[in-house]
């Protein structure tokens, strides 16, 4: 057991600071541990988000000495001995009290995506899919919520463009439902317009700070930016559209 | 703190209370019937205890062994409950899975595959045939995700998240209403609604050692208790027999038994493989009894009969147990769980990816190269609310419950698996009884007294001047389960328990949560002590009660099953000076129902109509 010191940021909407803890903290824990301990002992109102402290749900997001991450998956013993440890809320959504913020603007995002359709059945009753048609959706699907990727990501954090970008969350969230195999619904004009899928610049930064290490960007984001540039950008497509009307989906799907 | 008539009021026909698996299904089944249905969840939505569940959902599909069917996967389920299940239930759940199952793939679910494209299954203990569709070791996110997903675009659902129910309010008798407060803002909320379907899961936050999260407090029961309604086969508390036990931080996290079911073995200090020396005479007959031909089995042999490690949670607990207190144990008080040299390590990063991950970044453990230890952890009700088979309603007229905090599907033991099937199943019938029951009424009226009371016992916490702290409240109560209510139980244990749950009670009475009413997780651990409380002494007053050992429920004063307890039931229910346990007769099963239980196995296979 050593004793170790944590700032962490107290505080609600109209304002608020780091208080200083010093704390007792054991052989294999994480930084959620040594919060619940502060609240605990310490701060019994301390607000923190969590639930399964085991990188599953994604609910105990915060910066930790500046980096966006997991309290649940991140271990004591990554810091230096004598480290002083910063905890504070998510930059990108409004504090509601000490480390725990609004997120319910992603909740809202998730609604606007147009949901799964699925084509009929075979006859037997069945959907069948290969295994290595749903590989690349699995991977999307692992996501667990956290918003890390929406802390981070530029257009949401430093430009507050929430307006006009659902971020990478949602990017991958309607790449998982446009690369499924049983999937009919065209997402791509909403993709475009609706859901900004031309804000993304590409530095990664979502796909960096992912618990679950899923290829934000290059998986999921540029395949999409592909997508619509086939569908609005492709000289030939434009012609063929021009010719023959707009009647036929273009073939989009996986 | 507002009076009653400034108490924010929000109506619904149906209100469901969580948001699991089986609370999100039985609100889809409600909005489907037409009703505006309130979701209510303690958390963010989507984070509920689901989003842990790893292994898979068992349902006899049949797509990698086409001799499997409903009256197999029946047959199991009453097996491994030591045929203490409500026989009704065990038959709507093992007949309704495969379509509840088909149905999430409908709605965008992206189950493992077989090479023929269908939706693959997996082996798990105590199911006869690979039954358990999956997604890696985490399927329960997937269902979870995919319930959401299909909830949030059904018009009649209005999610209200991080909103904590705390009673239930009746209007002579019936359901009324929910009363609960937000916990962003800490202001009450009155829900007036004609009917509720609990689906609040478990209890396991009343021990230290548990897989479940903050939220498993044991709210249904706390609420359905105080209501009025029947709790049964609440000693029936199944640990897990493979939670993580290093470092102490994780101690309890769950390992998934996909580990035991994908070739994962369990091995003492001697490195001997002890689950040989466990096999109890009723499974003996489907289980190898050596290790070549378990690893027979493991090659894929069909006639080679399963490996022990595999045999129903109880056991294995148990047998865990026993070999930690002969000093056979691993350094930190476990037993070894060795897949590494089973299998090869990009196997096991394809199908343990979960595993592979929560054991490299949380014990520094690569399970491809070196095995994991692990031991017994609380992890899940089988008892909980008593309800109707058929339209999961409780005796309170329009009191529902689905899912784990229902008692009566999994009898004395739950086969991994079967939560999720479950919560599907039973989710789905409350949504269908609730909606039924809510067409023929008009509103309820809920007198302001009722809710005064409710008010008053919702910030005592806050007002008083000073009291007990709540958390150390909550550790001490999962001292006395953890040290006197644990896998082996006895007559002194159980009595110096209750005395000691007495005692929590009266600390709860005096408990105060310093701060204010936003967001203040000490309130909400102090409130959330009525709820643990009700269900330690349920679970402690049963265990008492039932002098036999049977399924998860072990008492070393009265080893063995005893066929005159296999006739009854105990019950739970709110007397007028506390609380009240009896035993009750069960019912005769239905002929057609015991012929296939009892049947061989070679009587029902293929045999699927």
Redesign the interface.
């Known amino acids: 057991m050593a004793e170790r010191t944590f700032r962490v940021w107290r505080g609600?909407k109209t304002g608020g600071d780091f208080t200083e803890y010093r704390v007792d903290v054991?052989?294999?824990?994480?930084v959620l541990?040594v919060i619940l301990r502060i609240?605990?002992?310490q701060a019994?109102?301390?607000?923190?988000?969590?639930?399964?402290?085991?990188?599953?749900?994604?609910?105990c997001s915060t910066e930790i000495n500046g980096k966006p991450k997991l309290a649940c998956?991140t271990?004591m013993n990554t810091f230096d001995p004598q480290e002083t440890i910063t905890v504070q809320p998510v930059r990108t959504f409004p504090v509601?009290?000490?480390l725990?913020t609004?997120?319910?603007w992603n909740?809202e995002q998730?609604?606007r995506i147009p949901?799964?359709q699925?084509k009929p059945r075979d006859a037997d009753?069945?959907?069948?899919?290969?295994?290595s048609d749903?590989d690349r959706?699995?991977e999307f699907?692992?996501?667990?919520?956290c918003y890390l990727c929406q802390d981070v990501c530029h257009v949401l954090r430093d430009h507050n463009r929430k307006d006009k970008f659902v971020g990478p969350r949602f990017m991958i969230r309607l790449a998982s439902?446009e690369m499924?195999p049983?999937?009919c619904a065209d997402r791509i004009p909403a993709i475009r317009d609706e859901f900004g899928s031309g804000m993304c610049n590409i530095t990664k930064c979502c796909t960096d700070v992912c618990p679950e290490n899923i290829g934000i960007t290059d998986n999921g984001i540029i395949p999409l930016k592909e997508r619509v540039v086939d569908r609005y950008y492709d000289p030939v497509a434009w012609l063929m559209r021009k010719i023959f009307g707009a009647g036929e989906k273009p073939g989009t799907k996986a | 703190m507002a009076d009653v008539s400034e108490i924010q009021t929000i109506e619904h026909d149906v209100v469901v209370v969580g948001a699991g698996g089986a609370g999100l299904r039985a609100a889809i089944e409600c909005a489907a019937q037409g009703m505006s249905t309130g979701l209510v969840c303690k958390s963010l939505l989507g984070k509920a205890h689901t989003v842990m569940a790893e292994g898979g959902v068992a349902a006899a599909l049949g797509n990698v062994a086409p001799k499997d069917n409903w009256k197999i996967h029946f047959r199991d389920t009453m097996r491994g409950g030591k045929f203490l299940n409500n026989w009704r239930m065990a038959e709507l759940h093992a007949k309704h899975a495969p379509d509840r199952v088909r149905e999430l793939e409908q709605w965008g679910a992206v189950f493992d595959r077989t090479p023929s494209g269908l939706i693959s299954q997996r082996n798990f203990g105590g199911h006869r045939y690979p039954r358990l569709a999956h997604v890696g070791d985490r399927t329960g996110l997937e269902i979870i995700r995919t319930l959401q997903d299909h909830a949030v675009h059904q018009r009649n659902i209005v999610v209200h998240m991080e909103c904590t129910a705390l009673d239930l309010l009746l209007d002579g008798g019936r359901i009324a209403g929910v009363f609960g407060y937000w916990r962003e803002s800490g202001r009450l909320v009155l829900f007036k609604t004609k009917a509720v379907i609990l689906a609040t899961g478990g209890a396991g936050r009343a021990w230290r050692i548990t897989s479940n999260s903050w939220e498993y407090t044991g709210d249904g029961y706390g609420m359905a208790y105080e209501a009025g309604a029947e709790l049964m086969d609440v000693e029936f508390t199944q640990f897990h027999p493979t939670g993580m036990v290093w470092p102490p931080s994780v101690r309890g996290i769950l390992v998934t038994e996909g580990v035991r079911g994908d070739g994962g073995i369990l091995l003492n200090n001697k490195g001997e493989r002890f689950m040989f020396s466990y096999i109890p005479p009723k499974f003996a007959p489907e289980t190898a009894d050596t290790v070549e031909e378990a690893d027979r089995w493991l090659g894929g042999d069909t006639t080679a009969r399963r490996p022990p490690e595999l045999l129903t949670r109880d056991e294995v607990a148990r047998a865990i147990t026993k070999e930690v207190q002969d000093g056979r144990g691993s350094p930190h008080g476990g037993v070894f769980l060795d897949i590494a040299s089973r299998r090869p390590a990009d196997f096991i990063r394809r199908k343990l990816p979960s595993m592979y991950h929560q054991f490299k970044e949380l014990a520094g453990v690569d399970i491809t190269k070196d095995p994991m230890e692990v031991g017994p952890t609380l992890h899940y009700f089988m008892g909980g609310i008593r309800v109707d088979a058929d339209t999961q309603q409780s005796i309170v007229p329009g009191l529902f419950a689905g899912g784990e905090c229902v008692g009566g599907m999994q009898g004395a033991n739950r086969l991994g698996g079967n939560s999720l099937s479950d919560l599907l199943v039973f989710g789905w019938l409350a949504g269908k009884g609730a909606a039924d029951y809510a067409k023929k009424l008009s509103p309820p009226t809920i007198d302001a007294a009722q809710i005064e009371a409710c008010r008053q016992r919702a910030i005592a916490p806050l007002n008083r001047e000073a009291g007990p702290n709540p958390y150390s409240l909550q550790e001490d109560l999962q001292t006395v389960m953890d040290r006197y209510v644990n896998i082996v139980r006895n007559e002194a244990d159980l009595q110096t328990a209750l005395a000691e749950l007495e005692r929590l009670k009266k600390e709860a009475a005096r408990v105060k949560a310093p701060g204010s009413s936003q967001y203040n997780p000490g309130w909400h651990e102090a409130l959330c002590l009525r709820p643990l409380l009700i269900s330690a002494e349920a679970v402690t007053r049963a265990a008492l009660m039932r002098q036999e050992s049977r399924g998860a429920h072990t008492r070393i004063d009265y080893p063995g099953e005893r066929d005159d307890w296999a006739k009854v039931n105990v019950i739970i229910k709110k007397g007028t000076d506390g609380m009240e346990v009896r035993k009750e007769s069960r019912p005769d099963p239905p002929q057609e129902l015991a012929a296939i239980a009892y049947a061989t196995l070679e009587e029902l296979e293929g045999t699927n109509g």
């Open positions: 609600n054991d052989e294999g824990m994480v541990d609240q605990a002992q019994n109102d301390l607000a923190v988000r969590w639930n399964c402290k085991a990188g599953k749900c994604g609910s998956m271990r509601i009290k000490d725990v609004d997120v319910s909740f998730n609604k949901p799964f699925p009753g069945h959907y069948r899919m290969m295994q749903v959706i699995q699907r692992k996501c667990i919520e439902l499924h049983l999937d």
